[in-house]
């Protein structure tokens, strides 16, 4: 065989053995995909991901307002591939790293659910996840370069059974929606449909979202504008704004007509205090306390054959379930309108997101009251978001939102969630 022959073997056998890897690398998914899940005994919403070389599955509480993804290192974080984050580098400054110590620089993981916090390196490790068209589920794909924090285990107290850390889905530079944006060159939104089961779903990028019945749940959508708090709501830090997510609620109304209610507790002040944010580690949504006893108030007024029966903490407000009957939307009671910016976006609250059922007798208004000087208003907690598609639009800062998918007979069940 020749010189010339021999080099040409070479490289033809070259390309053959890196043609997989070429193939893998230069797919570009349309989205990403997680599933979630929702645990019963703490109501917490929990995704997984791959993470570390070799890949490990790492399971997390989703937070809608986190502004990271952290994980516990304390134990048994194993990764050929786990690097930390330089002071000055681009991790850290996308990370709005204020701490530096012995060169690496550190943010604070904190968990909602315990309120508790500690201080953690930033670092740098393979993530894996599974890719979708929106209909179908499709490869997994990797990003080689992902930013999370290090936890510590003490920081997990309070936590579902099994999670390690918290999905942070934030309006920051290193939550998951921007960093997977990034990575991938996708559109900067991401859709939040939530089940009261195991088969809700986060998708990254664009729709369609279609369930099992091939229904694209995003086709009626409404929208609203997205605000910004400038005053971060986890720290209360004056000019470092928040990463949640607030919308501007105008008024509430029951079965069409307006609750009294003080309407300075619905605009965010010069102290960051007030307006309504939407929250998936809060189980039910929280109202300041003059605003959901006017709630109770002609709720309960709107149902006067309905008889009262003794509340159940942490509900205020329950009745008696043989009073009340039932449709594909849940228990017929009256409905709640959180109108936003004009009479003709309302985000509608119906039977199956209002109310929580306690044993076999009692019905109960699913809001509790927050106090009289809580920090955010109107919370809206993860019960009254499910089975409603969200869809979070960074670039344009705009939220859509669908009514109750059980008026079009679907659900947050989508055949993409599953395991391609």
Known sequence: MSVAQSFLLLCSLLIFSLSPITAQTSFRPKALVLRVAKDTATLQYVTQIKQRTPLVPVKLTVHLGGNILWVDCEKGYVSSTNKTARCGSAQCNLANAKACGGGICGAGPDNPISNTGTHGDIRIDVLSIQSTDGRNPGRAVTVPNFIFLCGSEFVL???ASGVVGIAGLGRSKVALPSQLAAAFSLKRKFALCLSPFDDGAIVFGDGPYYDLNNFDVSKNLKYTPLFINKVNTASGFLGEPSVEYFIGVTSVHVNGKAVPLNKTLLSID?????GTKISTVNPYTVLETSIY???????????PKVARVAPVAPFGACFRLQDIGFTRIGPVVPQIDLVLQNKNVVWSIHGQNSMVQIGGDAL???FVDGGVNPRTSIVIGARQLENNLLQFDLATSRLGFSDSLLFERATCTFNFTSIA
């Open 293 to 303: 006893k006017a709630l109770v108030q002609a709720f309960a007024s709107a149902m």
């Open 157 to 159: 107290q309070g936590l």
């Open 364 to 366: 109960c208004l699913g």
């Open 270 to 274: 010069n102290e960051g205090v007030g």
